[in-house]
């Protein structure tokens, strides 16, 4: 009886071909548990973002709205500025020349009207992409601080502790104060002087000098700096302090700025408080589905 070629292989041996097969429908199945894992953790990854938004929101930075034109040509109404909140909580003070958002020191609002945002616009306020309409905001720009002495008269330019201010970021057309002179004045330790860059469309210290603050605006109101115009894109721009402001003999100028900006220039500005929620979720959400990949592979 003939015996039959053998193949060259034992029965029962395994095939290279049923290898590949094997392997490709592990990677298929680890391709499906992934996918299956990514929207499982997409919820956990959007509440560590808005966690992260909100915090950067309350202790970093925060959008703000411009809602006149008194600090023309600066900003445009309907600006979003970033404020560094950061820090203040350090100990800083604003500083002369500074673009600085302030709560309302003494009814300086009285009578303008507020919109009533819908919930989704107080939604929005709550991590900072819009700011927020229950607190009434000021921004101008700081001119002198505490200790200084200030004054202007009609036809005349800002004058800080004997130094004359050179301020091309006046709105065309304005002078420095002739709708409104004052001085000298001294301003106290802890306050500050503010005023509007559209001098004639600004109702700032100067108009506020019978009130209880006397035109000064506390320290502790003061939410930040403006940092960088971010919105609309066409307007990007960075606010750094004006050079007039760093003359020799107006006084000692704080070196230290906020968020990366130099009094001398622009520099590379921080995210928006979502951005930054998300980009820090990122990370985090990463590290942990890597723990818990590398736990069922040693299992």
């Not at 499906?32 to 938004?53: D, N, Y």
């Not at 820090?87 to 003494?106: I, M, Q």
């Not at 500050?192 to 506390?218: A, C, K, Y």
């Not at 009094?263 to 928006?272: N, Q, V």
Request: aromatic share 6%; charged share 25%; hydrophobic share 40%.
């Amino acid at each position: 009886m003939a015996v039959g070629a053998r193949s060259g292989r034992d029965e029962g041996e395994e095939r290279p071909d049923d290898d590949a097969v094997e392997r490709e429908a592990e990677e298929d199945g680890a391709k499906a548990h992934a996918h299956r894992s990514f929207w499982k953790e997409l919820p956990l990854l959007i509440g560590i973002a808005l966690l992260l938004a909100l915090l950067i929101k309350t202790f970093l930075v925060q959008a703000f709205s411009i809602p006149s034109d008194s600090m023309q040509n600066t900003l445009q109404r309907g600006d979003r500025v970033l404020v560094d909140k950061l820090t203040p909580w350090f100990g800083s003070e604003p500083e002369r020349g500074e673009v600085v958002v302030f709560h309302d020191p003494a009814n300086w609002l009285s009578g303008e009207p507020t919109p009533e945002p819908n919930l989704f616009q107080k939604a929005l306020s709550k991590i900072g992409l819009m700011p927020s309409a229950d607190e009434k905001d000021l921004i101008k720009r700081t001119i002198a601080i505490g200790g200084d002495t200030v004054e202007c008269k009609k036809g005349g330019p800002v004058v800080v502790n004997g130094k004359e201010l050179d301020e091309p970021y006046v709105f065309p057309g304005n002078t420095p104060c002739d709708d409104k002179p004052f001085g000298p004045i001294t301003v106290p330790q802890g306050k500050i002087w503010v005023m509007g860059d559209h001098r004639q469309n600004s109702q700032d210290s100067r108009f506020h000098m019978e009130d209880l603050t006397q035109g000064f605006v506390p320290v502790d109101k003061v939410v930040g700096r403006a940092v960088v115009v971010a919105w609309p894109l066409t307007r990007w721009s960075t606010l750094p302090v004006p050079d007039t402001f760093d003359q020799p003999g107006i006084g000692k100028q704080a070196g230290a700025t906020a968020l990366g900006l130099d009094a001398s220039g622009p520099a590379p500005a921080g995210l928006g408080p979502a951005a930054l929620g998300l980009t820090g979720a990122v990370p985090l959400v990463l590290w942990r589905r890597q723990r818990l990949t590398r736990g069922r592979t040693a299992g």
